[in-house]
């Protein structure tokens, strides 16, 4: 099966009103993209952005796994989609250390953003120390089977795998790294869900993706696309790596 290919950008907590700018130069770049195109900006910026993104889905960068209630300071999925949300980042690395979330407490929200009708981005990745020690591949599995729902389908999940240690580090796994945990991950996810219900599932790879690394990426089996940190809060590299993914598809 021929996957779509998906370039999403996480601004994490980067961007105010003025930087929709950025966004309004690449929907102007990209009118008609051969791959879906997607940021997830500050949860404050959602229903400005609305009105420049054109053809770029928008996503949030977490929700809580409750419909309502009292959670200060949260968000959830259907104020999200209220905002013009239609995914959601959830179990980013940065989540996972600085708010203590463990793969239940992804799966929960997970499972909170499809009912809501969100496409759910579960990140997952293995740090510096469970990659020297050769735990890469049973770490990502482990949170893979801990964080991805039983209602996961190819239309409700897509799966990011950003090594902790690549992230915003300008380090990158090498091409056979890369390789092997995509490998490793559609292999799980076949004997999990069927062959043919995980065929359509896309697995996203992120990690200091940049224009200038982006086609080798992109060239590598299993790569379904990028999940940018950094390079998508500029239009100009995002625009580039666009184009690398546009190339490759
Ligand atoms: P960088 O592209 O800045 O390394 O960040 C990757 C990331 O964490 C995206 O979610």
């Not at 977490?62 to 009292?70: E, I, R």
């Not at 239609?86 to 989540?95: A, D, F, L, M």
Request: net charge negative; with cysteine.
């Amino acid at each position: 099966m021929t996957r779509r290919k998906l370039a999403a950008g996480n601004w994490k907590m980067n961007g105010v009103g003025a930087s929709l700018s950025e966004v309004q130069d690449l929907a102007a770049r990209h009118p008609n993209p051969l791959c879906d195109l997607l940021i997830c900006p500050p949860a404050t910026l959602l229903s400005r952005m609305a009105a420049v993104a054109g053809p770029i889905a928008m996503g949030g960068q977490d929700c809580h796994a409750a419909v309502s209630g009292a959670h200060t300071g949260d968000i959830s999925a259907a104020m999200l989609c209220d905002g013009g949300a239609s995914y959601v980042i959830v179990g980013h690395s940065e989540r996972r250390t600085d708010h203590g979330e463990t793969d239940a407490v992804i799966r929960a929200k997970a499972q909170a953003a499809q009912a809501a009708g969100l496409v759910a981005v579960i990140c997952l990745g293995e740090t510096e120390a469970q990659r020297r020690s050769g735990q890469a591949l049973v770490v990502v599995g482990a949170q893979l089977a801990g964080s991805v729902p039983d209602g996961a389908t190819s239309a409700n999940t897509v799966i990011a795998y950003e090594p902790v240690w690549a992230i915003g580090t300008g380090l990158v796994p090498s091409e056979a790294e890369i390789t092997e945990v995509h490998a490793h991950l559609r292999a799980e996810l076949s004997a999990r869900f069927g062959a043919i219900a995980a065929d359509g599932m896309r697995l996203l790879y992120g990690g200091s993706v940049k224009p200038g690394n982006a086609a080798t990426i992109f060239a590598l089996s299993g790569v379904d696309g990028v999940l940018a940190g950094g390079a998508s809060l500029k239009a100009d590299d995002f625009s580039a790596i666009i184009a690398a993914l546009e190339a490759s598809a």
